[in-house]
């Protein structure tokens, strides 16, 4: 939108024309002035009046381009091959002055090789390739076409054509092979050969043509199977597949059974556990450990527990702690005063009348509640233990939680998550007697 | 990828590559992408004027640029180069052959030529090619590739099956290294001028005798076909002079080969449905003649028509049981490399003994135990495009028979079939459940139709081939005849 358009809009533009043809005899000066005053109060209307697009003055043409460097030179030029004997002269266009390019090797000549084949003589043939079947001519023909055709076999075949004569493809290639053997062990009888010719010459004698041809008849009737030879194999690759997982699955397992039903054993050494301050800090790293896997703090693992019971991951280590603690036990801890006193002063019954009871281990500070310290199991094990204690008429928590009867609820869960491990254990392996039995008698 | 550096192959050399094909013949310089020049593989003979005596004065005169072949002129031949991918008239060959090369400004004394040939070619064609090039027209070097050498350097292939549908052949070459095996080339004459006979006796089936050449018309106005006796509207223009039939079926070449290329298809399911009478339904597909009659094919006879390269048996023309006149005695089984050889009375490659081999043989019996089977499997019925594949593929080693398998090619503008590459696939699976069959086929037409001149290019401008051109030299010191045997076997 421009400013004529507002005065347009607002009609000013006739007051303006009417106001300023009268002003046409005045002199340049004022009106000029006026003009500005009323462009200012409409620039004042209009607010900033910047045009949409910001105009800049380009040239009409692209600009030079400007470049210090100098343009290379191209040169048209002819070149002769290395690899043509007859010295054909051909042109090509080449970057630089022409005289670069002079004495230098034409680049793709290096790539003309040839395979080296022994060479083959009518003297030589009649020394040690002599063969009924084979004459001179023939072996000669075999020869030419191994050499034009760099010893592609199929080509060679295709193109062999001598007096009509009839050669299958091995027959070629036997012929070819052993020719090549004896001008190799001819030639290199009485000096020395290097072991590159040895093996050359020992891989030209193991070619035998049967095992070729058997190999060439299994592969063509491989070739051959009928859509549904080729479904039932593979349905039965598919088949080989899965048992050998569920051999792999069932090993395993055995494995873990095994291991089990083996008692643990330590399997490192344990006498950096001997202190007690090593026990503190073993107990740390446990309870470190299982802070880790965000389970509830437990009270230390107690010493009767089986090390099969506790989650696999620090296994190891669990079980030099399970393996390690009866030994602590033998050398209790030094009683601290107050135990000592009791100890002195009550006998076993009077203690046991009191309720008081000695602990050997280190109890977490504070109050706590019995029950919390019966040890808790797999959420899978936890329910099917809940099932079997619902079956027995047990409640799932003790009633009355006194120590005993909380040691016996402990003792109680324990051998029944044994007892659902034992049974789930044989379960499995009857189901596998029964499959080895069946498969015996099919 | 391997982490090597990369060879850039190419040094140009401006050589010159000549694909001289059974309906088109392509120029252009090595490197390019495409042919600078195609041009139908046919030149126009005009003689002189009649005289009084009625005696044609001898001065002959020959044209080559497409337009002006197009135009009617009195005395005016069109007369065909090829004739089954060879080159037949040599002389008409060379003069069309001068005239691209005058239009390409071609410096003969610094510019290499290489010819495509079919794998076919007779040992006596190729050293006629050798003399040609070098003598008659002067060229520093001369090269010949075999054509499916060619297309597989196009596709970038080594070994590689060529299925090549042209004009005049079907072929199926198994290229191994880039190089051919021409004793195991399959082919057959149901091709493109196969389908073009086929489509005239259709058309003759409805009472449409012969296709009015578009020169012809002055006006016309559009017209359906309704039933056989129906007249089409237009007007004929009046030429003082006759004109020679070879001009009309040149003319007429044009038209068939739009009618294949707009109304043909190929299904792999055998073709039921309605017949005939549904030629006016919505399947139906209209087209206009150069007289502006439209006729109209009907989607069933659509589908026999192109099916007929798979089943040359069977061949539509219109009416059920039709023989395709001009091919009732070709029964090719396949067999194209003994076909092409015996009939023709013209030594191939195979038969021709070269002169350092003295004796010659029973050449026909030169085939081993397999293939003399194979071809005895191949009764005496025309066989389709499958069955020379397969045929192929069977005669093939076995230990090339997967790799070739995977890397079957097509190419030649008749390939472009709708469905016909989906149908090769589908049959060929079902023949060999065992092989992984896979058909590349380029989807860009040019490159389709151009594959072997894409080819040659490509061959001609790499800087290892530069030791492979025949020089003028060695043509002089060895002889066409021996540098034939030793270069171009």
């Given amino acids: 939108m421009s400013s004529s358009d507002i005065l347009d809009v607002l009609n000013i533009q006739s007051s303006h024309v009417q106001k300023k043809r009268p002003g046409d005899a005045k002199p340049a000066g004022p009106k000029k002035k006026k003009q500005g005053t009323m462009n200012r109060e409409l620039y004042n209307l209009i607010g900033q009046n910047a045009p949409p697009i910001a105009m800049e003055k380009t040239s009409k043409f692209k600009s030079r381009l400007n470049s210090s460097v100098k343009t290379t030179p191209w040169s048209y030029t002819s070149f002769v091959n290395e690899a043509r004997q007859d010295g054909l002269e051909l042109h090509h266009w080449i970057k630089g002055s022409s005289d670069l390019a002079k004495d230098k090797e034409y680049p793709f000549a290096k790539f003309n090789s040839k395979i080296n084949i022994p060479e083959l003589t009518e003297d030589n043939y009649k020394e040690s390739l002599g063969s009924e079947d084979w004459s001179f001519e023939e072996t000669k023909h075999l020869f030419e076409l191994a050499n034009d055709f760099d010893i592609n076999w199929f080509v060679i075949y295709d193109r062999y054509d001598f007096d009509g004569a009839e050669r299958s493809l091995e027959d070629l290639k036997e012929r070819f092979y052993d020719a090549c053997e004896k001008l190799l062990t001819k030639k290199y009888e009485s000096s020395y050969t290097d072991e590159k010719t040895q093996t050359l010459i020992d891989n030209l004698k193991s070619f035998d043509k049967s095992k070729e041809l058997e190999r060439k008849e299994y592969l063509s009737r491989l070739l051959q199977r009928n859509p549904t030879e080729i479904a039932e194999e593979q349905s039965l690759v598919i088949e080989a597949r899965k048992f050998e997982l569920s051999a792999k699955k069932m090993l395993q397992e055995r494995a873990g059974l095994l291991q089990l039903l083996d008692s643990a054993q330590s399997t490192g050494s344990v006498s950096q556990y001997l202190t007690s301050q090593g026990l503190t800090q073993l107990y740390n790293n446990l309870m470190l450990a299982d802070k880790g896997k965000k389970r509830k703090v437990e009270v230390p693992v107690p010493p009767q527990i089986d090390s099969s019971l506790i989650r696999g991951s620090d296994k190891h280590k669990k079980i030099t702690a399970a393996s390690i603690a009866p030994e602590s036990a033998k050398k209790p801890e030094p009683l601290t005063h107050a135990s000592e006193m009791l100890a002195k002063r009550l006998s076993a019954e009077e203690r046991e009348i009191y309720g008081l009871t000695i602990h050997q281990d280190k109890i977490s500070a504070g109050v706590n509640l019995r029950s919390n310290k019966i040890s808790s199991y797999k959420p899978a094990v936890q329910a099917k233990i809940a099932s079997t204690l619902n079956e027995l008429g047990i409640s799932t928590k003790p009633t009355i939680p006194t120590g005993k009867v909380c040691e016996k609820f402990d003792e109680l869960l324990h051998a029944i998550s044994i007892l659902l491990e034992t049974k789930r254990q044989t379960d499995k392996l009857e189901t596998e007697i029964r499959l080895i039995q069946s498969q015996r008698e099919d | 990828m391997s982490a090597a550096p990369q060879i850039y192959g190419a040094d140009e050399i401006s050589a010159i590559v000549l694909d001289p094909g059974s309906y088109t013949t392509k120029v252009g310089y090595a490197g390019h992408d495409s042919p600078l020049i195609v041009s139908p593989s046919y030149y126009g003979e005009q003689k002189g004027d009649v005289d009084m005596d009625g005696n044609g004065s001898s001065e002959k005169k020959l044209i080559f640029d497409e337009n002006s072949l197009y135009a009617p002129k009195e005395n005016f031949e069109i007369k065909p180069i090829l004739k089954n991918n060879m080159i037949e008239d040599w002389d008409g060959a060379v003069e069309q052959w001068k005239f691209f090369f005058g239009r390409l400004d071609v410096n003969p004394a610094d510019q290499p030529l290489l010819i495509t040939e079919s794998t076919l070619n007779s040992y006596s064609n190729k050293a006629k090619a050798m003399e040609v090039v070098l003598e008659d027209l002067q060229f520093c070097a001369f090269s010949l590739v075999n054509q499916p050498t060619c297309v597989s350097f196009a596709h970038g292939r080594p070994n590689c099956l060529v299925v090549d549908i042209g004009h005049d052949l079907v072929t199926c070459t198994?290229?191994?290294?880039?190089?051919?095996?021409?004793?195991?080339?399959?082919?057959?004459?149901?091709?493109?001028?196969?389908?073009?006979?086929?489509?005239?006796?259709?058309?003759?089936?409805?009472?449409?005798?012969?296709?009015?050449?578009?020169?012809?018309?002055?006006?016309?106005?559009?017209?359906?076909?309704?039933?056989?006796?129906?007249?089409?509207?237009?007007?004929?223009?009046?030429?003082?002079?006759?004109?020679?039939?070879?001009?009309?079926?040149?003319?007429?070449?044009?038209?068939?080969?739009?009618?294949?290329?707009?109304?043909?298809?190929?299904?792999?399911?055998?073709?039921?449905?309605?017949?005939?009478?549904?030629?006016?339904?919505?399947?139906?597909?209209?087209?206009?003649?150069?007289?502006?009659?439209?006729v109209p094919f009907s989607q069933k006879e659509r589908c026999l028509l192109g099916n007929s390269i798979f089943s040359p048996e069977k061949p539509y023309t219109g009416q059920e049981e039709g023989i395709v006149e001009g091919w009732e005695e070709i029964t090719d089984n396949g067999n194209i490399v003994n076909v092409l050889g015996g009939s023709k009375g013209e030594k191939t490659s195979k038969e021709y003994v070269p002169l350092r081999r003295s004796k010659k043989g029973e050449d026909e019996e030169n085939e081993d135990g397999d293939k003399t089977d194979a071809s005895k499997k191949l009764a005496n019925k025309p066989n389709g495009l499958t069955e020379i594949v397969n045929q192929c593929l069977l005669n093939l080693d076995i230990d090339l028979k997967p790799q070739l398998a995977n890397n079957i090619i097509l190419s030649g503008s008749t390939s472009l079939i709708p469905g016909l590459g989906e149908r090769l696939n589908q049959e060929l699976t079902d023949l060999n459940p065992g092989l992984k069959i896979r058909i590349h086929s380029v989807g860009n037409p040019v490159e389709r139709k151009y594959a072997s001149w894409v080819g040659?290019?490509?061959?001609?401008?790499?800087?290892?081939?530069?030791?492979?051109?025949?020089?003028?030299?060695?043509?002089?010191?060895?002889?066409?005849?021996?540098?034939?045997?030793?270069?171009?076997r």
């Fill in chain 2, 174 to 294: 198994p290229v191994v290294d880039g190089i051919c095996l021409k004793n195991q080339v399959m082919g057959v004459r149901y091709a493109g001028a196969y389908l073009n006979q086929e489509l005239t006796q259709v058309l003759r089936s409805r009472g449409i005798d012969h296709i009015d050449p578009l020169y012809k018309i002055k006006a016309k106005n559009p017209s359906y076909w309704s039933k056989e006796e129906f007249k089409p509207d237009w007007e004929s223009r009046k030429f003082d002079y006759s004109i020679s039939k070879s001009f009309d079926d040149f003319h007429n070449l044009r038209v068939l080969q739009e009618m294949k290329e707009s109304l043909l298809q190929c299904t792999s399911e055998i073709v039921t449905g309605p017949d005939t009478e549904s030629l006016t339904s919505s399947s139906a597909r209209n087209f206009e003649l150069p007289n502006g009659l439209n």
């Fill in chain 2, 456 to 488: 040659g290019s490509i061959l001609a401008s790499l800087g290892t081939f530069h030791q492979l051109w025949v020089s003028k030299k060695e043509y002089e010191e060895v002889g066409a005849e021996r540098l034939v045997v030793s270069r171009f």
